[in-house]
């Protein structure tokens, strides 16, 4: 491996810290979703707009610190504005709307690195793949075409860095996309959830008017 990364040239370099940046977007990334999608189930839900109903909210948020996910964190700070009776729904609305977006922020963090890895890494391998070949024909130029081990370091450096490119931006797409699709999901069940809260919290209001 080491051989193939001195031969590969001065974009394996670039390539390298494209890798790390990838790998570990990835790991840190993976470990945030498998933490955040604990507890987003379809009981927890029901029993948080159960609780709601009933007007039990401080059990409901005591479920939402148990439970401590992106939706749970947004169900809680709905609760949290809704207990100030004194402040106008216009602030209420906007307070949750901001602490959606907090959330909303959580999920999307750090893809674009993804993105920009994903982007690059092709080009960069490209790249190498033309710096190699510039060098083999300079070599043609130089010592003529006779002998092959004149222009096989070139080409060598050429098809390494491109297999490189490669082996990064495809594991870095699968996982920007796999990712995306996560944080979407995530983020339609706190607006389902945020919008079937805030309706039972508006019922109530016209109720007690």
Do not use: H
């Not at 040239?9 to 790991?27: D, E, K, N, P, R």
């Not at 977006?101 to 999307?108: G, M, P, R, S």
């Not at 710096?131 to 083999?136: A, E, F, P, W």
């Amino acid at each position: 491996m080491y051989t193939y990364f001195i031969e590969g040239g001065m974009m394996m370099w670039l390539l390298a810290v494209l890798s790390i940046l990838g790998l570990g977007t990835i790991l840190e990334r993976t470990a945030y979703f498998m933490k955040n999608e604990q507890g987003i189930t379809k009981e927890f839900k029901e029993e948080i707009v159960s609780l709601v109903r009933a007007g039990k909210e401080k059990e409901a948020m005591e479920l939402c610190d148990k439970t401590n996910n992106s939706v749970s964190r947004t169900v809680k700070s709905i609760l949290l504005a809704y207990q100030n009776e004194d402040d106008l729904y216009e602030s209420k609305e906007k307070l949750m709307k901001e602490k959606a977006l907090e959330q909303i922020e959580n999920l999307e963090r750090r893809l674009s690195i993804l993105g920009i890895v994903a982007y690059i890494s092709p080009m960069a391998g490209l790249l190498g793949t033309v710096l190699g070949m510039i060098k083999s024909f300079k070599a043609i130029a130089l010592q003529g075409a006779g002998d092959p081990n004149v222009v096989a370091n070139g080409i060598s450096e050429a098809l390494l860095t491109t297999a490189a490119g490669l082996l990064i931006a495809i594991p870095a797409i699968i996982a920007y996309n796999t990712f995306n699709r996560k944080a979407d999901k995530v983020m339609l069940e706190i607006e389902k959830t945020s919008t079937a809260l805030i309706n039972i919290k508006k019922a109530g209001k016209k109720e007690k008017i």
